[in-house]
């Protein structure tokens, strides 16, 4: 079949849902990759000034439940319509960005949260059904391919604009995700059509629980369970995107040099997109993971299309933890560039194959249930990232935990950091006792208390996956499986 006549076999539920996509991750990615900033960065610029530990603990307790309700959520969806469930999601969504940004508390911003990770899971299993639902063989290929892109232009959109405007102020960051969400409320009003017919005979709470008896089953394949424990390496790995990576980059990258290197051929661009101090904010950084995926996708599909799933990840991941080990080695914004270009290859290669596997490895008749068990690994991954990019973050890479140490070594008198003494203050007085500028004083830091270690860290867990796959492969499927 042409393509034409593929694009003429989908109906306008299927456009509003995709188009529903690219708002809700647009709303999504603009406020979550800049998040982890948001709630460690110095007071005086607007944000929270916790620890990298509370960062931790927030992040990656929501963000498991996030991927862990829809198990919960897709069976209610099922039972109460999926228009009523979005509109629902909608509001959660935008209420919890309204009070993370008017909470400035550990619990109430833990509260807001959970709440705004509710509103995702209450929407995150809708829209993959609906491309089912308006798909079938034929178009279910190109189908869920718009999909994905949808997906990817909105986590390219949300944090490439949101690192341009939190640089003015932290606010613009909340008000524009909040305001793209509002944006799916009239579309799913106006062309978003429910294909739900309701059993009322069936409560919710019985639909809940079957659900979870289907997970248990599934479950009972003990050489699947294994796959997906190895797997929680991977998405802890992976996380580590969100998580760690834009403070890293806000507390030890040069990215003036690509601001400079931009500037010199597109002078608009640099100015539209860079700071007033000539550098590219982290989150605007950390947002060309999507715009690779976006370039490079159908390329990097076609190259591992005929290998085995489970090789294909295999390979993917360990890229990736090249990628990653880049990401977190250099202070250049260039090397750190590179870094996510190849983080995006592994991911390209390794992320998709993750549920093909699944859906290959799957009985003929429990395929359903075992893709609903897909999320776990990535749930229990965002709970362990949420650890690890907590405590042994901060104590390997912290820029201001690793100052107070040098500060206490020399014996030094500073006030702690408070309401009204930042940790900027912290570290503009530490730099000056020091007899070092603020530039001098980071790159003392980076030479003698090597905070790119934690770079050896994340990728050695993805290389622990690669590992752990292969052993897999070999000793519990067998050297000749062809799954």
């Known amino acids: 079949m042409k393509i034409g006549q593929v694009f003429k076999q989908y109906n306008r539920t299927f456009w509003a849902s995709n188009i529903i996509e690219l708002f809700e991750r647009w709303a999504w990615y603009g406020f979550y ?97 609906m491309i089912a639902r308006t798909t079938n063989e034929e178009t279910s290929s190109i189908g869920f391919g718009i999909f994905y892109m949808m997906v990817n232009i909105g986590g390219f959109i949300g944090p490439f604009i949101a690192g341009i405007v939190l640089n003015k102020s932290w606010d613009y960051v909340f008000y524009i995700s909040m305001l793209t969400m509002s944006v799916n409320y009239l579309i799913t009003i106006f062309f978003f059509k429910d294909p739900i017919v309701r059993d009322g005979k069936v409560s919710v709470g019985s639909t809940i629980v079957k659900a979870f008896r289907n997970i248990q089953e599934a479950l009972g394949d003990g050489k699947y369970v294994l796959f997906l424990v190895i797997m929680i390496l991977f998405w802890t790995a992976f996380n580590q995107l969100y998580y760690s990576f834009p403070v890293f980059v ?81 202070q250049s914004g260039w090397l750190i560039l590179l870094g996510i270009l190849i983080f995006s290859w592994g991911e390209m290669a390794s992320s998709p194959k993750f549920t093909e596997y699944i859906g290959r490895i799957a009985p003929h008749d429990k395929k359903a249930l075992y893709m609903g068990t897909s999320f776990l ?31 206490v070594s020399r014996g030094l ?31 003392y830091l980076w030479d003698n208390m090597h905070p790119y270690h934690i770079g050896y860290l994340f990728a050695g867990i993805a290389l622990s996956a690669v590992i752990l796959l292969w052993l897999y492969d070999r000793f519990i499927l067998g050297r000749n499986t062809t799954s």
């Open 33 to 129: 990759m800049a998040f982890a900033l948001y709630l460690v960065n110095s007071k005086d610029t607007g944000a929270l000034g916790m620890s990298q530990a509370e960062k931790g603990v927030i992040m990656g307790t929501g963000s498991m439940l996030l991927y862990f309700l829809p198990i919960m959520t897709g069976a209610i969806a099922d039972k109460l319509g999926y228009t009523r469930m979005l509109l629902l999601s909608f509001t959660v969504y935008i209420s919890g960005f309204y009070m993370i940004r008017s909470f400035d508390t550990f619990g109430w911003v833990f509260f807001a949260y959970i709440w705004t990770c509710v509103g995702g899971a209450l929407f995150k299993p809708i829209i993959s059904a």
């Open 250 to 330: 806000d507390q030890w990258v040069d990215t003036g040099v690509l601001y400079q290197g931009i500037h010199g051929i597109w002078p608009w661009l640099a100015e539209s997109i860079g700071t007033a101090e000539g550098t590219i904010s982290a989150v605007t950084l950390s947002s060309m993971d999507a715009f690779f995926i976006i370039v490079f996708q159908l390329a990097i599909s076609s190259l591992v299309m005929s290998f085995r799933p489970l090789s294909a990840m295999m390979g993917g991941i360990l890229v990736l933890s090249g990628g990653v080990g880049m990401m977190f080695f250099a």
């Open 413 to 443: 008198e500073l006030p702690a950091v408070s309401d009204t003494y930042s940790k900027n203050d912290f570290f503009s007085e530490a730099a000056a006792k020091m007899s070092m500028t603020p530039d001098e004083l980071t790159s």
């Open 377 to 407: 690994p990535i749930a229990a991954g965002h709970q362990l990232a949420g650890w690890i990019s907590g405590g042994p973050f901060e104590r390997i890479a912290d820029k201001f935990y690793l100052l107070r140490k040098e500060v």
